[in-house]
């Protein structure tokens, strides 16, 4: 059963924008914690951005300023935008959700365990060519 279906990736040209969907149950969006993680092939998984039950928004260094994560209650609904797109950013986009820790929704990598990430989608490419 899928709890969480991303969409919206695809292939760009650098500078180029997308914009993921992650669509979920009302029982996982009331999670503490929604966010985006990506992963390319030989590298460890990277935390995008999060958002948590009150708002506050959570980025990594290398997209802050480019990528923006949102949420639509009534749809029950994560959103990323990416805009200026870089070759760096291709990789395979994961939404996540869960309980979190202490209060915050960590992004490393020691962090993304399902301990803090409960529930994850089954993921949408993304290409950035140069």
């Known amino acids: 059963q899928v709890q969480l279906a991303e969409s919206g990736g695809g292939s760009v040209q650098a500078g180029g924008s997308l914009r993921l969907t992650c669509a979920t149950s009302?029982?996982?969006?009331?999670?503490?914690?929604m966010a985006w993680f990506r992963q390319t092939p030989g590298k460890e998984r990277e935390g995008v951005g999060a958002?948590?039950?009150?708002?506050?928004?959570y980025y990594s260094d290398s997209v802050n300023d480019r990528f923006t994560i949102s949420k639509d209650s009534a749809k029950t609904t994560l959103y990323l935008q990416m805009n200026d797109l870089k070759p760096e950013d291709t990789g395979m986009y994961y939404c996540?959700?869960?309980?979190?820790?202490?209060?915050?929704?960590?992004?490393?990598?020691?962090?993304?365990?399902?301990?803090?990430?409960?529930?994850w989608g089954q993921g949408t490419q993304v290409t950035v060519s140069s």
């Open positions: 996540a959700s869960g309980p979190g820790r202490r209060g915050s929704c960590p992004l490393a990598p020691r962090f993304q365990g399902r301990d803090n990430y409960s529930y």
């Open positions: 958002i948590d039950s009150i708002g506050r928004i």
């Open positions: 009302k029982y996982i969006y009331g999670s503490p914690c």
